[in-house]
């Protein structure tokens, strides 16, 4: 393990939201088995004020494991590559991690995507004086505690495992996977061509069901919010692909270099930073849009606040996905009209 003051920041960091989280939790699991809230008793008025607690315990939890992933993830991309001997970027220090590295950010953005939904759940149940979704806002913090637990856990075997004394090979680790030209045209056996269509059609069906959610009254908006959720689903990882895969060449101008760090990178001004923030926020805002369609469905208590979520959310998601197919399309299309041609 080495000691170096960002990895040390970020283990800091992850206790801290660690405590706070499972202080939350526990305040949550007794609002599960015990809410009444049509109950008067003193016990329920005490609830209800350990319910407001928690909450904002919960919160400073998930500031703070938010920072630190940020962190984690800045010096991933930026500085840790300096201290490894052989590494160029971020995929020479997940290579250095021994295979744990991937894990720890997997979890991690997972866990943040549950925080977030029950972030969307404590905001509506807010609007109401009745606490309606105090139970299943409760139960969705309950979940985030295993994946939370996952990522602390697999983060620090990965810091410790971190090894700055064994060379890696990073550009090794982009190219060795390609026998062939032509396997670095295809991704799973389907040709890059094919996931290009599948990228453009995906984009102009999400595009319409985000434009049809956002006009949608009330009444039909869980069919068009469900919609909307799943070609955001289905968007966000065929977008991901087409990016390492197709469009990051024009960024490195160089074919077949299939690395998403070297995008973070400040010789391609750290582009990497909006690509996947649009990525992230479509892929958040489409459950989060459903979510609240579904509880207004439900609770008609909700309607007005929850059709203003949902037609917030599929914004964002139209926002983000023109940002990044603008993006994506810019230095393609002035390399196109600079050379002529496109880079296959």
């Keep these: 393990m080495i000691r170096h003051p960002l990895l040390l920041a970020v283990l800091i960091g ?24 049509d109950s008067t008793a003193g016990g329920q008025i005490r609830l209800e004020r350990a319910v407001e607690i928690g909450e904002l315990t919960a919160r400073f939890a998930l500031a703070a494991f938010l920072a630190s992933t940020l962190v984690l993830f800045v010096g991933i991309a930026n500085v840790l590559p ?39 759940f404590g905001k509506l149940n807010s609007s109401r004086p009745e606490s309606l979704l105090a139970v299943g806002s409760a139960r969705v913090l309950l979940l985030a505690v295993p994946f939370h637990l996952l990522a602390v856990s697999t983060t620090l075997q990965a810091v410790w495992r971190l090894d700055v004394h064994q060379p890696v090979d990073c550009c090794a680790a982009v190219y ?24 453009w059609t995906l984009s102009l ?35 991901a692909l087409v990016l390492i895969r197709v469009f990051a ?18 010789d391609h001004k750290f582009v990497g930073i909006p690509l996947f923030f649009c990525l992230a926020v479509v892929v958040l805002e489409g459950p989060a849009g459903f979510a609240t369609a579904i509880l207004a469905a439900k609770y008609p208590q909700f ?42």
């Design 14 to 37: 992850d206790l801290c939201s660690l405590l706070l989280l499972l202080a939350a939790a526990k305040t949550a699991l007794k609002t599960v088995t015990e809410w009444a809230p």
């Design 82 to 120: 300096a201290i490894i001997p052989g590494a160029m970027c971020g995929t020479g220090v997940i290579q250095a991690t021994q295979g744990l590295g991937g894990p720890a950010l997997f979890f991690r953005f997972l866990t943040l995507a549950i925080v977030y939904l029950w972030l969307v």
């Design 176 to 199: 060795d996977q390609f026998k062939n030209l032509g396997s670095a045209q295809q991704t799973a056996g389907i040709p890059n061509t094919w996931w290009l269509a599948a990228f």
């Design 205 to 239: 069906l999400m595009i319409f069901s985000g434009l049809c959610a956002w006009r949608t009254a009330a009444s039909g908006r869980v069919k068009v919010s469900g919609t909307l959720a799943l070609l955001a689903l289905l968007w966000t990882p065929t977008a």
């Design 249 to 266: 060449a024009y960024y490195y101008e160089v074919l077949h270099h299939h690395c998403p760090w070297c995008l973070f990178l400040s």
């Design 303 to 344: 309607v007005l606040t929850a059709a203003r979520r949902s037609k917030t959310a599929a914004l964002r998601i139209l926002l983000a996905a023109g940002g990044f197919i603008g993006l994506v399309s810019l230095p393609a299309i002035c390399w196109r009209l600079q050379y002529g041609v496109w880079l296959r």
